[in-house]
């Protein structure tokens, strides 16, 4: 096992196409774990491995691997770029230590670099970037560095410099790199043995343009650091160690992001990427301990320090089924993990067996005996833990923050052609949700239609191809269409009843309500929960958990004067809580709602556990009819870059589709469009874009909030 301070977990992100497949590929080649360079284009990549993935030449799911590079270990994640699978990116990025982003020279900042950088910064992960591409007909290395000072609002610093730009036949063509710091030339081998890296020195007509720009890293550098502006001061050269020291300090601590080049394509400029990785991106010892709370006491805040003797915490980020059982990649925060020992999932109050450790290559993996803080691990043989469980030591308990993951936006009803094949549809889709947590999947007994859901047009072909070509299963797909939800339109305070006659007793209870729209989602610190045993009278709720990007769409809360009992509170509650899970009038999933308990009425006889349960019941369904309806669809924000000629058509046709243009501004020769519109209205957009500018424009979109549908929508579901 490495030392934690040689270790590096890292994840490759960027907008789709960027390159970080290939990126990984030269690097697993380099580092001596493969020994050849496969290639996207021929399906034969490390990282993409799976058969979709290779017909259609982008990443679908998040691979990881591991390999040395000098004397560190790195792990590494490989993530897709297309906006529909953007879960694979949030779940790497809270669990890794470090990035690299990617970006391609021609192209510049891309909509999805910026989502990325974003979900980058959310969870503080240190970057460095990759100027890829070096060799397009285009490229433009100070266009694509300005971008990312002003776009992604950072202080980039580079660190190599492109020798020429462009394709092969041209004069000036990419050829290596100016190393600022070593002051050397670097020139790239590009051959099947291992890729030698030649050092020589600077031509002379690119001197003083290198020597510029070392002055400049270094008066940015000087602002980090005290010694470092003295030295510069005495015009002392400033020796290689420091530099690389204080550049180190400063990524990791999210003021500067070291910019290299290159094409990886083309093998140039890879080795210094993992360099950079090894020296500036931090170690988990380099990062914060990992905070959680005590399960028994959510307000109690815990901390775990990333050291092999601190008691065990991890988080399960991914799950993924096989045949031979599903395996849990889980992060190692602190302590160490042993196969065959037996762990806690505080989230869920149960003990899981951990009978087998694994780590995983792309598509091999191999079994160790155990692992420790900072490292990633896969586990084979739990039953309880699903995607952003906290697993930990049964004597120290602790619950770290789970993972957020979007909402759906599009939907498609799928049907089994005969019923044995219900069977196995509802499970080969129990195993899809395992794996996905942005796919949903819901029977209606009554149609005996499924209808599943995911993030994009995609996501849905792609699971579609799963079920009917993977696990050859006979069902009719039908259109995609999109996923509403439904909120309620005002505040209403109802009192829901009982009076029943069961088995010959009579049941009575009264629940007081009231059922409110939020603005916006509900956040965890408004989450209460009610303590079994204990008299609720006076009593200040305690929050269930706090989770800073909770997704709860329905948030059921206890008023802060209620008299109720326990015994009555907590039934109560339990179905106002799954009420509010099983939908609204329409039968669309809730969102945006709170629902206060205000009170109740304890009848002397017959106000039992079920009593309250069916004026909970009761409070719900008059709460929801009183508050009305309001159906929500989803809006979708594009980003559109075309050529200046054709902005004309494809704003029009925007128009058309009911977008509101938000934003344009110019890139390049490309004007691009930010707007938002309805995903109703953006079925078939890429095909139709491509026809209105002669296939010149492209487009990315991604899910960007709920917002209420037009009435004559809503007027044909009533
Ligand atoms: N000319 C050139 N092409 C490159 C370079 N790097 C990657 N490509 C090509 O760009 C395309 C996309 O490369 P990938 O490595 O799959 O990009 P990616 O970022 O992994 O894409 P997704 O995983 O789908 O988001 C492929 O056709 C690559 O061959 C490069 O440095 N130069
Ligand atoms: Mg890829």
């Not at 259609?56 to 591991?66: D, E, F, H, M, Y």
């Not at 049941?507 to 008299?535: C, D, F, N, W």
């Not at 809730?590 to 006889?605: A, C, F, S, Y």
Request: with cysteine.
């Amino acid at each position: 096992m490495p030392d934690i301070h040689h270790l590096r977990n890292i994840g490759v992100i960027a907008h789709i196409d960027a390159g970080k497949t290939t990126v990984t590929e030269r690097m697993l080649f380099y580092s001596g774990f493969s020994h050849r360079v496969g290639a996207v284009d021929k399906g034969t990549t490390v990282t993409d491995f799976d058969p979709e993935e290779q017909e259609r030449g982008i990443t679908i799911n998040a691979a990881s691997v591991t390999f040395p590079w000098k004397d560190v270990e790195i792990n590494l994640i490989d993530t897709p770029g297309h906006v529909d699978f953007t879960a694979e990116v949030e779940r790497s990025l809270r669990v890794l230590d470090g990035g690299v982003v990617v970006f391609s020279a021609r192209e510049g900042v891309e909509a999805q670099s910026e989502t990325v950088w974003h979900q980058a910064d959310k969870y503080r992960v240190p970057r460095i970037a990759l100027i890829n591409k070096m060799d397009r007909e285009g490229a433009d290395f100070f266009g694509t560095l300005d971008e990312i000072r002003e776009r992604l609002n950072c202080k980039p610093i580079p660190v190599n410099l492109p020798i020429g730009a462009g394709p092969p036949h041209l004069k000036e063509a990419f050829r290596g790199l100016i190393d600022l710091i070593s002051m050397r030339m670097l020139t790239f081998v590009n051959d099947n043995k291992g890729g030698e890296v030649v050092e020589s020195e600077i031509p002379a007509e690119l001197h003083d343009e290198a020597e510029l720009w070392r002055n400049q890293m270094l008066d940015q550098l000087s602002m980090y650091n005290d010694a470092l502006t003295e030295i510069m001061l005495a015009e002392e050269p400033v020796p290689a160690e420091m530099i690389h020291r204080v550049l180190r300090e400063a990524t990791i601590h999210n003021l500067a992001v070291p910019v290299l080049c290159g094409s990886a394509l083309d093998g140039i400029g890879v080795q210094p990427v993992l360099d950079a990785v090894a020296m500036y991106l931090p170690s988990p010892a380099d990062v914060p301990p990992v905070e959680g709370t005590d399960p028994k006491k959510p307000d109690a805040k815990l901390v775990r320090k990333p050291d092999p003797d601190e008691p065990f915490c991890g988080l399960v980020f991914k799950i993924q089924a096989d045949r031979h059982g599903d395996l849990h990649y889980v992060r190692v925060y602190s302590g160490t993990l042993k196969a065959n020992s037996r762990v806690l999932n505080p989230g869920k109050d149960k003990k899981e067996n951990v009978p087998q450790l694994w780590r995983v290559q792309a598509d091999h993996r191999s079994q160790v005996d155990a692992v420790s803080a900072g490292d990633i691990i896969g586990i084979v043989g739990l039953r309880q833990s699903i995607t952003g469980d906290t697993l930990c030591s049964t004597q120290d308990p602790i619950l770290l923050e789970s993972i957020a993951f979007p909402e759906t936006v599009i939907s498609m009803a799928i049907e089994p052609e005969t019923s044995t094949e219900r069977k196995k549809l509802a499970d080969v889709l129990d195993m899809m949700k395992r794996q996905d947590p942005t796919f949903r999947a819901r029977e209606n007994e009554e149609t005996g239609q499924t209808l599943i859901s995911g993030m994009g047009e995609l996501h849905l072909e792609v699971i579609k191809h799963r079920l009917l070509r993977d696990y050859k299963l006979d069902v009719r797909v039908h259109k995609p269409r999109v996923s509403y939800r439904e909120t309620i339109e005002r505040l209403v305070e109802v009192a829901g009843e009982c009076h029943r006659n069961i088995a010959g007793q009579m049941l009575s209870a009264k629940v007081h309500i009231r059922m409110e729209p939020l603005e916006k989602r509900g956040t965890g610190s408004e989450l209460y929960r009610v303590q079994p045993g204990k008299a609720a009278s006076g009593e200040v709720p305690v929050p269930l958990f706090s989770q800073p990007h909770g997704t709860k769409p329905v948030v059921v809360i206890v008023g802060p004067n209620v008299s109720l009992p326990q015994e009555f509170l907590v039934p109560a509650v339990e179905v106002l809580t799954e009420q509010g899970e099983g939908g609204g009038s329409l039968g669309f999933p809730l969102m945006h709602v709170k629902i206060t308990v205000l009170g109740g009425e304890v009848h002397e006889t017959g106000s039992t556990d079920l009593a309250f349960r069916y004026a909970a019941g009761d409070a719900f369904e008059k709460g929801l009819r009183a508050a009305g309806i309001v159906l929500l669809e989803p809006i979708m924000r594009l980003e559109v870059t075309v050529p200046d000629e054709h902005v004309g058509d494809i704003v029009g046709d925007l128009q058309q589709r009911r977008a509101i243009i938000t934003r344009t501004h110019t890139r390049g020769r490309n004007t691009v469009i930010e707007a938002q519109a309805p995903l109703a209205n953006l079925f078939g957009y890429s095909s139709a874009m491509r026809g209105l500018s002669q296939g010149r424009a492209t487009c990315t979109m991604e899910p960007h909030s709920y917002g209420p549908a037009p009435e004559q929508v809503l007027e044909g579901f009533m």
